[in-house]
């Protein structure tokens, strides 16, 4: 049987704190959302959608009396909006957040929660490279998989009601440890925006005019350099060192790919790209499958 929060506070309306109120609201889940940012614009936009039921911009005034409270602000603004708002939380309050790195925020989060305030972590693994309630949508979760991670400040029922937020939104939830979580998705999103965002910086610096031939392979290399900068400086920070061996990881493999592209026979060169695609569909196949 899926949570109903009678009152809701969405700190952070936007691509994702907004999708979730959406889906919520639709799925009967949500009550009264209260949503909060910094600049009204969006705020009103939430509203006119019917994302939110209202809006203030300050994070104490809208957590009163709510029964769970979402941080989707970038995480590194997420411990100091709960500094912010930590005296009108009500003991027994649930907290989640939806950042997209694990460890940092249940270090900087835990710390600054009042007593019988309870916190779980949970990242839904889907978005987009649009930022604001502009491109939220009800199904934006929808397939997806969503990682929680419990740390030390929840119980078995908090744990039981954000899986089941999240289940009733169309996600697959797995639980994992915040570092086991943060190592995997250095990998699989944070190093393709590195590489998005160095691509289009290489392109820019060395045959800009090329620019004009660029095709569909080039588009998706770097569609995700669209993504905000803001969010993107608090992921790369909060999770530098994952990040750090994974570029390096990654770095001797292009430069096997070059060498063997250089020195190699274009026998050679072949198989090196046969197991290449080999990997790429066992890679497509795991996406898909249960866990
Ligand atoms: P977003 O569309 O830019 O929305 C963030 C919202 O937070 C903005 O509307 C902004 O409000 C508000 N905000 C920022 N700092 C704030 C502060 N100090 N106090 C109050 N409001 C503040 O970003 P997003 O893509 O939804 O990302 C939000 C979180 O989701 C991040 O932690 C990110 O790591 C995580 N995440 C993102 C994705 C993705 O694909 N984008 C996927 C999964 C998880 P204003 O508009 O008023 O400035």
Known sequence: MPPRFERVAVIGVGLIGGSLALAARTAGLFGHVVGVGRSLTNLEEALRRQVIDSYTLDPQAAVANVDLVVLSVPVRAM??????????????????????????????????????????GAHPIAGTETSGVAGA?????????????????????????????WEAVGMEVVEMSPDRHDSALAWVSH??????????????????????????SFASLTRVAASSAETWVDIFVANRSAIARTVE???????????????????????????????HQRQLRASKEKS
């Open 191 to 216: 190093l393709p925006h590195v590489l998005a965002f160095a691509a289009t910086r290489a392109l820019e610096r060395h045959l800009p005019e090329a620019a004009g031939l660029a095709g569909p």
């Open 249 to 279: 990881d990654f770095l001797a493999t292009l430069e096997e790919l070059r060498h063997t592209i250089c020195q190699a026979t274009p026998e050679e060169l072949r198989a090196w790209l046969e197991e290449s695609r080999g990997a």
């Open 137 to 165: 949508t009800a199904d934006l979760f929808r397939g997806r998989r969503c990682v929680i991670t419990p740390g030390t400040r929840c119980d078995t029922e908090a744990v039981l009601q954000v899986r089941a937020l």
């Open 79 to 120: 411990a100091p909006v709960v500094a912010q708002c930590r005296n009108a939380l009500a003991p027994g309050a649930l907290v989640t957040d939806v950042g997209s790195v694990k460890r940092y925020v249940l270090d900087t989060v835990e710390p600054v929660l009042p007593a019988g305030v309870r916190f779980v």
